[in-house]
Protein backbone atom coordinates (compact mmCIF):
# COMPACT_ATOMS: atom_id res chain seq x y z
CA UNK A 1 0.00 0.00 0.00
CA UNK A 2 1.50 3.52 -1.33
CA UNK A 3 0.25 7.16 0.47
CA UNK A 4 1.87 9.68 -1.27
CA UNK A 5 2.78 12.38 1.08
CA UNK A 6 1.36 15.75 0.16
CA UNK A 7 3.22 18.62 -0.44
CA UNK A 8 2.52 19.55 3.43
CA UNK A 9 4.05 16.90 5.07
CA UNK A 10 6.70 16.08 2.32
CA UNK A 11 7.62 20.08 2.98
CA UNK A 12 7.76 19.51 6.70
CA UNK A 13 9.80 16.41 6.78
CA UNK A 14 12.37 17.91 4.28
CA UNK A 15 12.60 21.36 6.17
CA UNK A 16 13.69 19.62 9.67
CA UNK A 17 16.95 19.22 10.62
CA UNK A 18 19.50 20.07 13.25
CA UNK A 19 21.27 22.46 13.79
CA UNK A 20 23.86 21.19 11.96
CA UNK A 21 21.73 20.89 8.64
CA UNK A 22 21.80 16.71 9.27
CA UNK A 23 18.33 15.14 8.80
CA UNK A 24 16.17 14.62 12.16
CA UNK A 25 12.40 13.61 13.04
CA UNK A 26 10.00 16.14 12.83
CA UNK A 27 8.91 18.08 16.31
CA UNK A 28 5.22 18.72 16.75
CA UNK A 29 3.17 20.04 19.82
CA UNK A 30 0.50 18.44 21.15
CA UNK A 31 -2.74 19.77 20.98
CA UNK A 32 -4.14 19.89 24.29
CA UNK A 33 -7.63 21.70 25.50
CA UNK A 34 -7.06 24.92 27.16
CA UNK A 35 -3.55 24.78 26.06
CA UNK A 36 -2.76 25.23 22.30
CA UNK A 37 -4.86 28.31 21.15
CA UNK A 38 -3.07 30.90 19.45
CA UNK A 39 -2.04 32.48 22.69
CA UNK A 40 0.29 29.53 24.09
CA UNK A 41 1.40 28.67 20.11
CA UNK A 42 2.93 32.07 19.79
CA UNK A 43 4.68 31.92 23.63
CA UNK A 44 6.17 28.43 22.89
CA UNK A 45 7.19 29.99 19.21
CA UNK A 46 9.30 32.91 20.76
CA UNK A 47 11.03 30.60 23.41
CA UNK A 48 11.97 27.92 20.51
CA UNK A 49 8.83 26.35 18.57
CA UNK A 50 8.41 22.68 16.99
CA UNK A 51 7.92 22.29 13.58
CA UNK A 52 4.08 21.60 13.70
CA UNK A 53 1.53 23.21 15.54
CA UNK A 54 -1.67 21.80 16.71
CA UNK A 55 -5.04 23.64 17.29
CA UNK A 56 -7.00 22.96 20.78
CA UNK A 57 -9.31 19.85 19.60
CA UNK A 58 -12.50 21.23 17.91
CA UNK A 59 -15.76 19.60 18.06
CA UNK A 60 -16.52 19.15 14.16
CA UNK A 61 -20.58 19.08 15.31
CA UNK A 62 -20.61 22.67 16.85
CA UNK A 63 -18.23 23.70 13.16
CA UNK A 64 -20.91 23.01 11.18
CA UNK A 65 -24.25 24.11 13.36
CA UNK A 66 -25.70 27.39 12.59
CA UNK A 67 -25.75 28.92 16.37
CA UNK A 68 -22.87 26.65 18.03
CA UNK A 69 -20.25 27.53 15.34
CA UNK A 70 -19.58 31.15 17.26
CA UNK A 71 -18.89 29.09 20.65
CA UNK A 72 -15.46 27.52 18.66
CA UNK A 73 -14.11 30.49 16.60
CA UNK A 74 -11.56 30.89 19.48
CA UNK A 75 -10.34 27.42 19.00
CA UNK A 76 -9.65 27.88 15.78
CA UNK A 77 -8.41 31.20 15.68
CA UNK A 78 -4.88 31.95 14.23
CA UNK A 79 -3.23 35.83 14.64
CA UNK A 80 -1.80 37.11 11.20
CA UNK A 81 1.97 36.29 11.20
CA UNK A 82 1.22 33.63 13.42
CA UNK A 83 2.61 29.50 11.96
CA UNK A 84 -0.06 27.91 10.60
CA UNK A 85 -1.21 24.88 12.85
CA UNK A 86 -2.63 21.61 11.50
CA UNK A 87 -7.04 22.20 12.83
CA UNK A 88 -7.65 19.17 15.01
CA UNK A 89 -11.03 18.34 15.34
CA UNK A 90 -13.24 15.29 16.56
CA UNK A 91 -16.86 13.54 16.34
CA UNK A 92 -18.34 10.52 15.38
CA UNK A 93 -20.74 11.17 12.49
CA UNK A 94 -18.98 11.40 9.10
CA UNK A 95 -21.41 13.89 7.47
CA UNK A 96 -20.58 16.34 10.02
CA UNK A 97 -16.52 15.39 10.22
CA UNK A 98 -16.93 16.00 5.98
CA UNK A 99 -18.66 19.61 6.81
CA UNK A 100 -16.17 20.75 9.11
CA UNK A 101 -13.01 19.53 7.35
CA UNK A 102 -14.71 21.85 3.90
CA UNK A 103 -14.35 24.19 6.25
CA UNK A 104 -11.08 24.63 7.34
CA UNK A 105 -9.49 25.69 3.87
CA UNK A 106 -11.36 28.68 3.32
CA UNK A 107 -9.93 29.55 7.52
CA UNK A 108 -6.60 28.85 5.98
CA UNK A 109 -5.53 25.06 7.18
CA UNK A 110 -3.93 22.77 5.31
CA UNK A 111 -4.18 19.96 6.69
CA UNK A 112 -6.86 18.11 9.30
CA UNK A 113 -6.14 15.86 12.28
CA UNK A 114 -8.92 13.44 13.62
CA UNK A 115 -9.08 12.99 17.51
CA UNK A 116 -9.13 9.15 18.03
CA UNK A 117 -7.65 8.91 21.51
CA UNK A 118 -9.20 11.39 23.94
CA UNK A 119 -10.05 9.95 27.04
CA UNK A 120 -12.97 12.30 28.37
CA UNK A 121 -15.73 10.61 29.40
CA UNK A 122 -18.23 13.10 27.60
CA UNK A 123 -16.33 12.81 24.22
CA UNK A 124 -16.75 8.91 24.80
CA UNK A 125 -20.51 9.33 25.75
CA UNK A 126 -20.83 11.37 22.41
CA UNK A 127 -19.36 8.27 20.81
CA UNK A 128 -15.77 9.94 19.93
CA UNK A 129 -12.12 10.10 20.89
CA UNK A 130 -10.99 7.01 21.52
CA UNK A 131 -14.38 5.50 21.61
CA UNK A 132 -13.39 5.08 18.16
CA UNK A 133 -10.89 2.34 18.75
CA UNK A 134 -13.77 0.18 20.44
CA UNK A 135 -15.68 0.75 17.04
CA UNK A 136 -13.47 0.58 13.80
CA UNK A 137 -15.92 0.72 11.03
CA UNK A 138 -16.60 4.09 12.61
CA UNK A 139 -13.41 5.15 12.52
CA UNK A 140 -12.76 4.50 9.21
CA UNK A 141 -15.92 5.95 7.52
CA UNK A 142 -14.95 9.40 9.46
CA UNK A 143 -11.25 9.06 7.57
CA UNK A 144 -13.25 8.66 4.44
CA UNK A 145 -14.97 11.49 5.52
CA UNK A 146 -12.71 14.23 6.48
CA UNK A 147 -11.11 13.26 3.08
CA UNK A 148 -13.43 14.94 0.87
CA UNK A 149 -12.05 18.05 2.18
CA UNK A 150 -9.28 17.89 -0.18
CA UNK A 151 -6.76 18.10 2.84
CA UNK A 152 -3.94 15.97 3.91
CA UNK A 153 -5.45 14.08 6.86
CA UNK A 154 -3.75 12.81 9.73
CA UNK A 155 -4.67 10.66 12.71
CA UNK A 156 -4.20 11.06 16.67
CA UNK A 157 -4.91 7.97 18.72
CA UNK A 158 -3.46 5.63 21.56
CA UNK A 159 -2.60 1.87 22.41
CA UNK A 160 -5.79 0.78 22.67
CA UNK A 161 -8.89 1.18 24.66
CA UNK A 162 -8.54 -1.36 28.19
CA UNK A 163 -6.05 -3.72 26.88
CA UNK A 164 -2.13 -2.20 25.11
CA UNK A 165 -2.81 -5.72 22.91
CA UNK A 166 -5.53 -3.87 20.95
CA UNK A 167 -3.10 -2.05 19.37
CA UNK A 168 -2.23 -5.40 16.78
CA UNK A 169 -5.81 -5.21 15.43
CA UNK A 170 -6.62 -0.84 15.96
CA UNK A 171 -3.29 0.17 14.73
CA UNK A 172 -3.54 -2.32 11.36
CA UNK A 173 -7.01 -0.82 10.21
CA UNK A 174 -5.64 2.56 10.59
CA UNK A 175 -2.45 1.98 8.96
CA UNK A 176 -4.78 0.61 6.28
CA UNK A 177 -6.89 3.99 5.65
CA UNK A 178 -3.97 5.44 3.74
CA UNK A 179 -3.65 8.40 6.31
CA UNK A 180 -0.80 11.03 5.90
CA UNK A 181 0.35 10.54 9.40
CA UNK A 182 -0.42 8.02 12.27
CA UNK A 183 0.59 9.52 15.75
CA UNK A 184 0.08 7.75 18.47
CA UNK A 185 0.19 8.30 22.07
CA UNK A 186 1.66 5.32 24.01
CA UNK A 187 -1.06 4.50 26.32
CA UNK A 188 -4.13 2.98 26.06
CA UNK A 189 -7.33 4.90 27.12
CA UNK A 190 -7.96 3.22 30.52
CA UNK A 191 -4.16 3.51 31.43
CA UNK A 192 -4.99 7.66 30.81
CA UNK A 193 -1.45 8.86 32.01
CA UNK A 194 -1.08 6.84 35.12
CA UNK A 195 1.43 4.97 34.09
CA UNK A 196 4.86 4.91 31.67
CA UNK A 197 4.05 5.26 27.98
CA UNK A 198 5.04 1.91 26.12
CA UNK A 199 8.47 3.00 24.70
CA UNK A 200 9.29 -0.82 24.26
CA UNK A 201 5.88 -1.44 21.58
CA UNK A 202 7.95 1.12 19.60
CA UNK A 203 9.99 -1.07 17.16
CA UNK A 204 6.95 -3.20 16.69
CA UNK A 205 4.69 -0.24 15.66
CA UNK A 206 7.92 0.51 13.27
CA UNK A 207 7.53 -2.61 12.00
CA UNK A 208 3.92 -2.66 11.01
CA UNK A 209 4.23 0.50 9.25
CA UNK A 210 6.77 -0.13 6.56
CA UNK A 211 5.01 -3.46 5.87
CA UNK A 212 1.34 -1.75 5.57
CA UNK A 213 1.79 1.52 4.79
CA UNK A 214 5.41 2.20 4.35
CA UNK A 215 5.01 6.22 3.12
CA UNK A 216 2.69 6.71 5.83
CA UNK A 217 5.04 9.02 8.56
CA UNK A 218 4.44 7.93 12.18
CA UNK A 219 4.76 10.57 14.81
CA UNK A 220 5.05 9.03 18.67
CA UNK A 221 4.00 10.30 21.93
CA UNK A 222 3.71 9.99 25.49
CA UNK A 223 6.36 10.79 28.67
CA UNK A 224 8.81 12.71 25.57
CA UNK A 225 10.36 15.46 28.16
CA UNK A 226 12.25 17.77 25.54
CA UNK A 227 13.87 17.83 22.55
CA UNK A 228 16.97 16.22 23.27
CA UNK A 229 15.13 12.78 24.50
CA UNK A 230 13.30 13.13 21.57
CA UNK A 231 15.99 12.76 19.52
CA UNK A 232 17.28 9.61 21.59
CA UNK A 233 14.17 7.91 20.95
CA UNK A 234 14.33 8.46 17.36
CA UNK A 235 18.31 6.64 17.18
CA UNK A 236 16.91 3.98 19.46
CA UNK A 237 14.25 3.50 17.55
CA UNK A 238 15.19 4.21 13.68
CA UNK A 239 11.67 4.79 11.58
CA UNK A 240 10.29 6.87 14.06
CA UNK A 241 9.49 10.36 11.67
CA UNK A 242 7.93 12.47 13.94
CA UNK A 243 8.17 13.61 17.83
CA UNK A 244 5.27 15.14 19.85
CA UNK A 245 5.81 16.88 23.03
CA UNK A 246 2.60 17.57 25.39
CA UNK A 247 2.82 18.22 28.95
CA UNK A 248 7.01 18.43 28.48
CA UNK A 249 6.38 22.13 27.38
CA UNK A 250 4.31 22.90 30.19
CA UNK A 251 6.70 21.84 32.29
CA UNK A 252 9.29 23.65 30.31
CA UNK A 253 8.21 26.15 27.88
CA UNK A 254 11.90 25.62 26.15
CA UNK A 255 11.58 22.15 25.22
CA UNK A 256 11.74 22.41 21.40
CA UNK A 257 14.88 24.22 22.45
CA UNK A 258 18.18 22.12 21.26
CA UNK A 259 20.48 21.82 23.71
CA UNK A 260 19.88 21.93 27.61
CA UNK A 261 20.14 25.75 28.10
CA UNK A 262 20.24 27.50 30.68
CA UNK A 263 17.77 30.47 30.69
CA UNK A 264 17.38 33.37 33.35
CA UNK A 265 14.44 34.03 35.35
CA UNK A 266 14.55 38.19 33.31
CA UNK A 267 13.56 35.52 29.99
CA UNK A 268 10.98 33.51 32.23
CA UNK A 269 9.20 37.04 32.97
CA UNK A 270 9.12 38.04 29.50
CA UNK A 271 7.30 34.73 28.48
CA UNK A 272 5.08 35.26 30.94
CA UNK A 273 4.71 39.14 30.41
CA UNK A 274 4.01 37.81 26.36
CA UNK A 275 1.28 35.73 27.76
CA UNK A 276 -0.21 38.43 29.05
CA UNK A 277 -0.16 40.99 26.46
CA UNK A 278 -1.32 38.31 23.92
CA UNK A 279 -4.54 37.49 26.15
CA UNK A 280 -5.67 40.92 26.28
CA UNK A 281 -5.38 41.35 22.63
CA UNK A 282 -6.98 37.96 21.81
CA UNK A 283 -9.79 39.36 24.43
CA UNK A 284 -9.96 42.57 22.32
CA UNK A 285 -9.79 40.71 18.77
CA UNK A 286 -10.51 37.01 18.97
CA UNK A 287 -12.71 35.75 21.42
CA UNK A 288 -13.17 36.26 25.11
CA UNK A 289 -10.87 34.39 27.26
CA UNK A 290 -11.29 32.78 30.78
CA UNK A 291 -8.90 34.45 33.09
CA UNK A 292 -8.74 32.04 35.64
CA UNK A 293 -7.26 29.24 32.92
CA UNK A 294 -4.19 31.79 33.19
CA UNK A 295 -3.27 30.75 36.60
CA UNK A 296 -2.15 27.30 35.11
CA UNK A 297 0.62 28.89 33.60
CA UNK A 298 2.25 30.86 36.72
CA UNK A 299 4.11 27.54 37.63
CA UNK A 300 5.87 27.15 34.37
CA UNK A 301 7.61 30.47 34.37
CA UNK A 302 8.17 30.99 38.04
CA UNK A 303 10.32 28.45 40.05
CA UNK A 304 13.35 27.48 40.75
CA UNK A 305 13.86 30.48 42.93
CA UNK A 306 13.47 31.60 46.82
CA UNK A 307 10.21 32.49 47.79
CA UNK A 308 8.60 31.39 44.35
CA UNK A 309 5.86 29.37 45.98
CA UNK A 310 4.68 32.74 47.59
CA UNK A 311 5.05 35.08 44.48
CA UNK A 312 2.66 32.23 42.68
CA UNK A 313 0.10 32.10 45.52
CA UNK A 314 0.07 36.16 45.37
CA UNK A 315 -0.43 35.46 41.84
CA UNK A 316 -3.61 33.01 41.96
CA UNK A 317 -5.32 35.29 44.50
CA UNK A 318 -5.28 37.89 41.01
CA UNK A 319 -8.56 38.30 38.73
CA UNK A 320 -6.88 40.37 35.80
CA UNK A 321 -3.94 40.56 33.81
CA UNK A 322 -3.24 44.24 35.16
CA UNK A 323 -3.35 42.81 38.65
CA UNK A 324 0.04 40.33 37.56
CA UNK A 325 1.70 42.74 36.18
CA UNK A 326 1.56 44.91 38.94
CA UNK A 327 3.00 42.19 40.98
CA UNK A 328 5.13 41.88 38.79
CA UNK A 329 6.40 45.06 38.69
CA UNK A 330 5.83 44.88 42.64
CA UNK A 331 8.66 41.99 42.93
CA UNK A 332 10.35 42.26 39.75
CA UNK A 333 13.89 43.87 41.03
CA UNK A 334 14.01 41.39 43.88
CA UNK A 335 13.30 38.84 41.24
CA UNK A 336 16.10 39.63 38.89
CA UNK A 337 18.37 39.46 41.61
CA UNK A 338 18.66 35.70 41.83
CA UNK A 339 20.15 33.47 39.90
CA UNK A 340 19.05 31.42 36.78
CA UNK A 341 17.27 28.49 37.42
Known amino acids: MTTAKSA ?20 SMAPMEAVTDTIFRRVVAKAGGPDVYYTEFTNAASMVHPEAKFSVQGRLAVAPGEKMPIAQIWG ?31 VIKNDAGSDLIRHPDRAKALIAAAKESGLPVSVKTRLGFYKVEEYHDWLTMIFEQDVQVLTIHLRTRKEMSKVDAHFELIDD ?32 HPG ?6 GRGVLNDPYAFEPGHQDHTLAESIALLELQLDLFDEVNKTASIKNFEALKRYFKIYLRGFPHAS ?32
Open 8 to 27: FWQKIVDEAKDENGNKRPFF
Open 92 to 122: SKPEVIAGAAKLLPEMGYEAVDLNMGCPDGT
Open 240 to 245: IDGVMI
Open 205 to 236: IIAMRDRLAPDTLLQINGDVKDYEHGLTLAAE
Open 310 to 341: QLRQLLMETHATDQVRALLAEHVGDLLQTPAR
